[in-house]
């Protein structure tokens, strides 16, 4: 007895349809641009308490590597602009600013000119430029999670009250990462 019609069709389908099937999507992880500025808030947070009691260095490069470890490489944040006068940065198409009356958010880092007692002799004043990014906000203080508040080279946690920032700030900008 031959084969009939039937048994040579359906091995040929089989092979056909495996052919035709395309592969499984894999799906796209989101990338640093594709979360919101909560979620970059709170990773830029999270990296940063990685550090907490540890030597973190000077302030502005650690909040350097603090922002392109949380962000994994795509964001540089930007220099402290000379004409600034130790707070504010140049322009960067990552960093986005608010003006000063607005009340940062926990995750946005400050940039400022602290009032100092003694004469700094990196910029021949009685001020020191300083970067620090926001953990808490509450009514009568701010909480910092910053590297060498202390001239110690440490990260670490810090409040500071809203009269203390008021009298010993000069100027200061708050900046999110984009």
């Given at each position: ?14 092979e056909a349809a495996k052919k035709k099937s395309p592969p499984p ?16 808030n709170g990773l830029i947070l999270a990296r940063g308490l990685d ?79 300083h970067t620090a990014i926001v953990y808490s906000i509450s009514s ?39």
């Amino acid at each position: 007895m031959g084969l009939g019609v039937e048994a040579l069709l359906i091995p040929a389908v089989a092979e056909a349809a495996k052919k035709k099937s395309p592969p499984p999507k894999k799906r796209r992880e989101p990338t640093w641009h594709d979360f919101s500025q909560d979620k970059r808030n709170g990773l830029i947070l999270a990296r940063g308490l990685d550090d907490e009691g540890e030597d973190g260095g000077v302030c502005k490069p650690w909040v350097e590597e603090v922002v392109s470890d949380a962000s994994k490489g795509v964001v540089d944040l930007p220099l402290t602009t000379e004409g600034g006068y130790g707070c504010a940065w140049e322009r960067s198409r990552d960093v986005g600013t608010y003006r000063q009356s607005r009340i940062p958010r926990p995750g946005e880092i400050l940039q400022m000119k602290w009032r100092t007692v003694r004469r700094n002799p990196d910029t021949g004043g009685y001020w020191t430029p300083h970067t620090a990014i926001v953990y808490s906000i509450s009514s009568d203080e701010m909480e910092w999670l910053d590297s060498n508040w202390l001239n110690d080279l440490k990260v670490r946690i810090h409040s500071v009250k809203w009269a203390e920032f008021r009298t010993k700030v000069i100027c200061y900008s708050i900046y999110y990462i984009l």
